[in-house]
């Protein structure tokens, strides 16, 4: 007898992720694919890591997180937000942001509860739907300019919906959404009681002097929200997988339930290490920014003579690129391309579930070295 895997999980396919990069080392491709850097964060973060290794802190640290990080988030929370988020009862130390969108999601969703996803959305967050037992109900964001629809996400709002998730700024889209617009989705969740789980991992990468904004500092937000981030985007370590989750003590103690049993305690010496980071973040960003811009500016100058057209990213290190009617799917260009071309890319039609306007975009990935910038670029100029 062949035995079954549970039906919760029949309808959650394979990572795109996985499969791109496993394409990428089997073709050799230069690797415009997954969302990570392909250089290293400071090396005095890399120095912090291994004082900490020398200083024995290196047992389990206690379940919510190492006291030390947990107050460097409280203290950048409230001096770039505002919120004042209490150390011990409120922050929640994780195995990246990955694992706090699980914890959460399992924490406060019932089976029959309904969940809205602004697609294109990132994969996690409709898996973590499916695994709770809940239902993932989804409100398009439209090309180019992927704003919020005040309209189409009334429509979505049935007696079952619980939560929102809300990603800002957004992957695959690189928007970072107006206070109009965030303002339509916290109304929204007042008006029907809902959650509203937060996740804000590219918070600090914003261009062209656009800067975040949390949503649980909205008015009336900050009890009915979940904000998720992690050192790892900030920091470019994301193997680390250092994240945190900040809610009111009632919701934080659900979370707190689900990540004991799943993690329980997050890696000792890299907590320490990236709370030295957030704690000199005040100086490291300004560097930071600007190398990511110039990241982004280098991949939009390079395809203004490619048949890809990009939507340029007001955040994160994503970029979208329009394809043109004449190149098949966005499966079949990506295909092509990391096959043909030896450059892999990530086709987002796998973000949308209502809409089919994934298959005619491509996601490309510009945190990578100038080298890597340049190959991927040169191989993505066909005609």
Same mark, same amino acid.
């Given at each position: 007898?062949?035995?079954?895997?549970?039906?919760?999980?029949?309808?959650?396919?394979?990572?795109?992720?996985? @499969? $791109?990069?496993?394409?990428?080392?089997?073709?050799?491709?230069?690797?415009? #694919?997954?969302?990570?850097?392909?250089?290293?964060?400071?090396?005095?973060?890399?120095?912090?890591?291994?004082?900490?290794?020398? *200083?024995?802190?290196?047992?389990?640290?206690?379940?919510?997180?190492?006291?030390?990080?947990?107050?460097?988030?409280?203290?950048?929370?409230?001096?770039?937000? #505002?919120?004042?988020?209490?150390?011990?009862?409120?922050?929640?130390? /994780?195995?990246?942001?990955?694992?706090?969108?699980?914890?959460?999601?399992?924490?406060?969703?019932?089976?029959?509860?309904?969940?809205?996803?602004?697609?294109?959305?990132?994969?996690?967050?409709?898996?973590?739907?499916?695994?709770?037992?809940?239902?993932?109900?989804? !409100?398009?964001?439209?090309?180019?300019?992927?704003?919020?629809?005040?309209?189409?996400?009334?429509?979505?709002?049935?007696?079952?919906?619980?939560?929102?998730?809300?990603?800002?700024?957004?992957?695959?889209?690189?928007?970072?959404? *107006?206070?109009?617009?965030?303002? !339509?989705?916290?109304?929204?969740?007042?008006?029907?009681?809902?959650?509203?789980?937060?996740?804000?991992?590219?918070?600090?990468? &914003?261009?062209?002097?656009?800067?975040?904004?949390?949503?649980? *500092?909205?008015?009336? $937000?900050? /009890?009915?929200?979940?904000?998720?981030?992690? @050192?790892?985007?900030?920091? #470019? $370590? &994301?193997?680390?997988?250092?994240?945190?989750?900040?809610? /009111?003590?009632?919701?934080?103690?659900?979370?707190?339930?689900?990540?004991?049993?799943?993690?329980?305690?997050?890696? @000792?010496?890299?907590?320490?290490?990236?709370?030295?980071?957030?704690?000199?973040?005040?100086?490291?960003?300004?560097?930071?920014?600007?190398?990511?811009?110039?990241?982004?500016?280098?991949?939009?100058?390079?395809?203004?003579?490619?048949?890809?057209?990009?939507? @340029?990213?007001? #955040? &994160?290190?994503?970029?979208?690129?329009?394809?043109?009617?004449?190149?098949?799917?966005?499966?079949?260009?990506?295909?092509?391309?990391? &096959?043909?071309?030896?450059?892999?890319?990530?086709?987002?039609?796998?973000?949308?579930?209502?809409?089919?306007?994934?298959?005619?975009?491509?996601?490309?990935?510009?945190?990578?070295?100038?080298?890597?910038?340049?190959?991927?670029?040169?191989?993505?100029?066909?005609?």
């Amino acid at each position: 007898m062949i035995h079954k895997p549970a039906r919760r999980i029949e309808a959650i396919e394979p990572s795109i992720f996985a @499969t $791109m990069s496993r394409l990428a080392i089997e073709h050799a491709a230069v690797n415009l #694919g997954q969302g990570f850097p392909d250089f290293d964060g400071p090396s005095w973060i890399v120095e912090a890591f291994a004082g900490a290794l020398r *200083s024995e802190k290196n047992q389990y640290a206690p379940m919510h997180g190492t006291a030390r990080l947990r107050k460097a988030v409280a203290a950048y929370q409230q001096k770039f937000y #505002g919120l004042e988020w209490n150390a011990e009862t409120e922050i929640t130390v /994780t195995a990246g942001a990955t694992e706090a969108l699980f914890s959460s999601m399992l924490a406060l969703l019932d089976e029959g509860d309904e969940v809205i996803l602004f697609e294109p959305f990132y994969d996690s967050y409709y898996a973590n739907a499916l695994i709770a037992g809940a239902t993932p109900v989804c !409100v398009t964001l439209h090309a180019p300019s992927f704003r919020i629809d005040e309209a189409a996400l009334n429509a979505a709002i049935t007696g079952r919906t619980r939560m929102i998730v809300f990603n800002n700024p957004h992957n695959p889209t690189g928007r970072v959404f *107006s206070q109009d617009e965030m303002n !339509v989705v916290a109304a929204c969740a007042r008006r029907h009681n809902l959650l509203v789980l937060s996740d804000e991992v590219y918070e600090f990468l &914003t261009f062209d002097g656009k800067h975040h904004t949390s949503f649980a *500092s909205l008015p009336g $937000m900050r /009890t009915r929200t979940v904000s998720i981030s992690s @050192t790892g985007k900030t920091f #470019g $370590m &994301t193997g680390w997988k250092i994240g945190f989750a900040m809610a /009111t003590g009632n919701l934080t103690n659900a979370i707190r339930t689900v990540h004991q049993f799943a993690t329980f305690a997050v890696n @000792t010496p890299a907590q320490h290490a990236m709370a030295h980071g957030l704690e000199k973040l005040h100086d490291y960003l300004p560097d930071f920014r600007i190398l990511y811009q110039q990241k982004r500016d280098m991949l939009l100058r390079g395809l203004e003579d490619s048949i890809l057209k990009p939507i @340029t990213p007001e #955040g &994160t290190y994503f970029m979208m690129v329009q394809l043109p009617s004449d190149v098949g799917d966005d499966v079949q260009c990506a295909t092509r391309l990391v &096959t043909e071309r030896q450059v892999a890319v990530i086709p987002p039609s796998v973000f949308y579930r209502r809409s089919t306007e994934g298959q005619r975009m491509l996601r490309l990935c510009f945190a990578k070295k100038e080298e890597t910038l340049l190959a991927g670029i040169a191989r993505l100029q066909f005609h």
